[in-house]
């Protein structure tokens, strides 16, 4: 069965945790990689399955625990080659992280990940 999770939802941070059979995606990173691990935890979960995070812009409330969360997962980081131009510019990921770029539309764990422009603030 899957399951959709909002963890965080403000402008302090953002995550969503969706979880399927195959394993679970972190739409977004945007707390601390101790809060994260805690939000997951709460929701009967564990972090170790999170097999991918799909970063939907560069913002801060969207990536405060990107790098250490990458650092202590096997996750592969999805997102737009521009965010992740800047992600790596900016040394927000580690050197070793598994990418995979979107462009248009992808799917992964049977789930599909679309990308598409919108105005933010």
């Not at 059979?21 to 805690?38: R, T």
């Amino acid at each position: 069965m899957s399951k959709i999770c909002p963890l965080f939802s403000s402008s302090s941070g953002n995550s969503t945790y969706i979880a399927t059979p195959a394993g679970s995606i972190l739409v977004d990173a945007g707390a601390s990689f101790k809060g994260i691990n805690q939000a997951i935890s709460a929701i009967g979960e564990d972090v170790s399955a999170v097999r991918a995070v799909a970063i939907t812009h560069a913002h801060d409330d969207h990536i405060k625990g990107l790098r250490p969360l990458l650092k202590n997962t096997d996750a592969i980081l999805i997102a737009t080659k521009e965010t992740v131009e800047f992600l790596i510019s900016s040394n927000k990921i580690p050197e070793n992280t598994k990418i995979q770029i979107i462009e248009d539309e992808m799917e992964f764990m049977n789930v599909k990940i679309n990308s598409f422009a919108t105005s933010h603030d």
